[in-house]
């Protein structure tokens, strides 16, 4: 009897400690995640001063991220903080990949620009000209 | 005893168990299918060659988002982890862009520098060339403009030349055309003294031989002297180039060779007389016609009379 009492009591332990696990697994009430809600909109500010809202591309992410920091604030209201934090990595990550598309785009465009005008003098000096010498 | 010892051997194996059946199958998420295709196209991208610390950062967020899908397959974890890797696959991809344009676009700038200095070098020769023409061109303007210079002097002091000699001319002409009515008005003032007639072969000054000589000699009357005078006075005005000739004439009566003789004698010193008055030598000569050129009958003694005569020809003017 007594030993069918001690199995019981593990087996309760047992369980209750499996549940808390898959709690933790999937998201619980951790400490406010102010730091990456701070990361995550100084990135989305980073993302608009840099133009990403112009870029097609670079405007999805940055829609992406701020999405999630709404998503966020809701999870935060709930006192989900472990997923309100992830959700704040995802707005940041997408925010900073808005930032490097935009550079890229301009990048591009700038590079694009200075060999169109090459391409002018060349066509202006004419095929002899650059030939010639 | 052993059924403690089983319960406490299945125990995480059944919480593992119903873990995974909470959380989904072995199969991965659409976020590591995606992530893992991002990583594909990243390692294929100029990244690979350009950005390659990128392209590491990339793989080792993706290596996390696979070891969260092996302990535990569809989690959220691996969802969440698989997501963050597939945006550093395609930043990575951004990066090799960046890197690639960067280049392209120093490339251009060089290029663009290095035309711009072609042009100016181009540019500056021309201008060199231009600016050498146009110093010859002023050179050679200043050339013609000295030539032309002096052929206008020359030209301006030839037309003055000219000026003054048609004024010379128009002065001589002028001072010849007074000379000849000077020399006209005193022939005709003659006609008190002496016939005068205009003929072809120029003005004929007829004096009568009675009036100049005494009968047959050559000796000139007193009274003739007077004549001569006014007519030397006349003739010493007319120009010198026109030549006067002294024609001595008689009448029939006597041998032709005494008359042609007395004639002759007698022109030569009405000849002698201008020359003592003034008329040139070189333009008068003395011709004895005797009676060849009679003016009228020799048979009466009028027509004798103006048979004997001196005629003075003052050739016409030229």
């Known amino acids: ?133 | 005893m052993s059924h403690l010892r089983i319960g406490s051997v299945l125990a995480p194996v059944v919480g593992a168990l119903l873990l995974a059946a909470g959380c989904g199958s072995s199969a991965p998420s659409k976020q590591l299918v995606d992530a893992r295709a991002a990583y594909d196209r990243a390692t294929a991208s100029k990244a690979e060659s350009l950005t390659p610390d990128r392209l590491l950062e990339a793989k080792q967020a993706l290596d996390d988002a696979e070891r969260a899908h092996r302990s535990e397959a569809r989690s959220a974890r691996e969802i969440h982890l698989a997501y963050i890797a597939e945006r550093k696959s395609l930043a990575a991809i951004a990066y090799g862009e960046i890197a690639h344009w960067k280049r392209q676009k120093v490339a251009a700038d060089e290029e663009y520098t290095r035309l711009l200095e072609k042009r100016r070098s181009a540019t500056e020769s021309a201008l060199a060339a231009n600016q050498r023409r146009l110093a010859e061109t002023r050179a050679e303007l200043a050339r013609k403009g000295d030539t032309l210079d002096s052929q206008g002097k020359a030209l301006k002091e030839r037309e003055a030349e000219l000026a003054r000699k048609q004024k010379e001319l128009e002065a001589a002409e002028k001072a010849r055309l007074a000379a000849e009515k000077k020399a006209a008005d005193a022939l005709k003032s003659l006609e008190e003294v002496a016939k005068i007639k205009e003929e072809q072969r120029g003005m004929v000054i007829t004096l009568s031989g009675a009036v100049l000589f005494k009968s047959d000699t050559h000796q000139l009357l007193p009274i003739a002297e007077n004549k001569l005078e006014q007519v030397a006075a006349a003739l010493v005005d007319t120009p010198d180039e026109r030549q006067i000739v002294v024609e001595g004439h008689t009448d029939s009566r006597g041998s032709n060779a005494y008359n042609e003789n007395l004639s002759r004698k007698r022109a030569e010193a009405v000849r002698t007389f201008l020359i003592s008055k003034g008329i040139s030598a070189n333009r008068i000569v003395a011709v004895g016609k005797g009676e060849s050129q009679p003016v009228a009958n020799n048979r009466t003694a009028d027509g004798r009379a103006n048979n004997r005569r001196v005629e003075i020809v003052v050739a016409p003017p030229r």
């Open chain 1, 1 to 133: 009897m007594e030993a069918r009492g001690e199995k019981m009591t593990k087996l309760g332990l047992l369980l209750g400690s499996t549940l808390l696990f898959a709690a933790v697994g999937c998201g619980g009430a951790g400490p406010k995640p102010t730091g990456q809600l701070v990361a995550a909109e100084a990135a989305i500010r980073g993302a608009e001063e840099a133009g990403a809202q112009d870029e097609p591309q670079a405007a999805l992410h940055l829609k992406m991220a701020r999405d999630q920091i709404a998503e966020a604030q809701v999870l935060i209201a709930n006192e989900n903080n472990n997923k309100a934090g992830d959700a704040l990595v995802r707005a940041k990550v997408d925010a900073e990949l808005a930032i490097v598309l935009t550079r890229s785009a301009n990048q591009e465009a700038d590079a694009r620009r200075v060999i169109r005008q090459v391409e002018e003098l060349q066509s202006e000096a004419g095929p002899a000209a650059e030939g010639g010498e």
